[in-house]
Every structure is written in structure tokens, then in C-alpha cells.
């Protein structure tokens, strides 16, 4: 059992950035595809960005408009998400999750992704 744990949540002003990680432990995620999603009150969980098994391949929400970058470092068993030009619509809590397979083929939080971390709250100020 992998366990995914997110970090670098916070306050944030409009147009300001931050850059959230998410590191695993108990299993490597090297062979997994990987991805953001996040959860505003009273929202559905929506996909924000994901990224295949060895980098290659990054996908995006459509709201993202070039905003965001998601990475990930094998090696340190993590995935990042690079936000900038952070909008109060942005606001919400954000989870890692590892997809079963290698490749990114759903941006549905549906039985394709089967670990989430518990989520770190991000919240932008307009």
C-alpha cells in the first residue's frame, strides 16, 4: 500500500504562486501515472493535472490556461504542482493520486486512481 502524502498548501494572494509536493512512501510510484486533483466547498473533485510514468506526458484542466506545472522526480518518489497566477477560484483542497497504470487515461477521480493523500487546503485572496 503506497501512502501519498501532500504539502505546501497555504495562503495566497491573487496572482501569487505556490508549489505543492507530494511525496510517497511504502511503494514507489516510478511506474504509476500520476496526478492533481482538487475540491472546492460544496464541488465535485475535478482533475487538475497528471502526468505519466516517466514524465513525458503532462494533462491539464482546461481552467488550468497554462498556469500550472505538474513534475515529478522518481527518484525522491514525488510528484510537484507548480501553481502561478493563483485565481480566488483556485481555492480549494488539492490531492495527490496514483492512477493503476503507467499512463494518464481518465481525469475522472473514479476506480482509475486507486491512493490519495489526504489533501492540503489552498486558499487565494482576492
Known amino acids: 500500500q503506497v501512502q501519498l502524502v501532500e504539502s505546501g498548501g497555504g495562503l495566497v494572494q491573487s496572482g501569487g504562486s505556490l508549489g505543492l509536493s507530494c511525496a510517497a512512501s511504502g511503494r514507489t510510484i516510478s511506474v504509476h501515472a500520476m496526478a492533481w486533483f482538487r475540491q472546492a466547498l460544496g464541488k465535485e473533485r475535478e482533475f487538475v493535472a497528471g502526468?505519466?510514468?516517466?514524465?513525458?506526458?503532462?494533462y491539464y484542466g482546461d481552467f488550468v490556461e497554462g498556469r500550472f506545472t505538474i513534475a515529478r522526480d522518481n527518484a525522491r518518489n514525488s510528484v510537484f504542482l507548480q501553481m502561478n497566477s493563483l485565481k480566488p477560484e483556485d481555492t480549494a483542497v488539492y490531492y495527490c493520486?496514483?492512477?493503476?497504470?503507467?499512463?494518464?487515461?481518465?481525469?475522472?477521480?473514479?476506480?482509475?486512481?486507486?491512493?490519495w493523500g489526504q489533501g492540503t487546503q489552498v486558499t487565494v485572496s482576492s
Open positions: 493520486s496514483r492512477g493503476k497504470g503507467s499512463e494518464i487515461v481518465s481525469t475522472s477521480p473514479g476506480d482509475y486512481y486507486d491512493s
Open positions: 502526468i505519466n510514468w516517466n514524465g513525458d506526458s503532462t
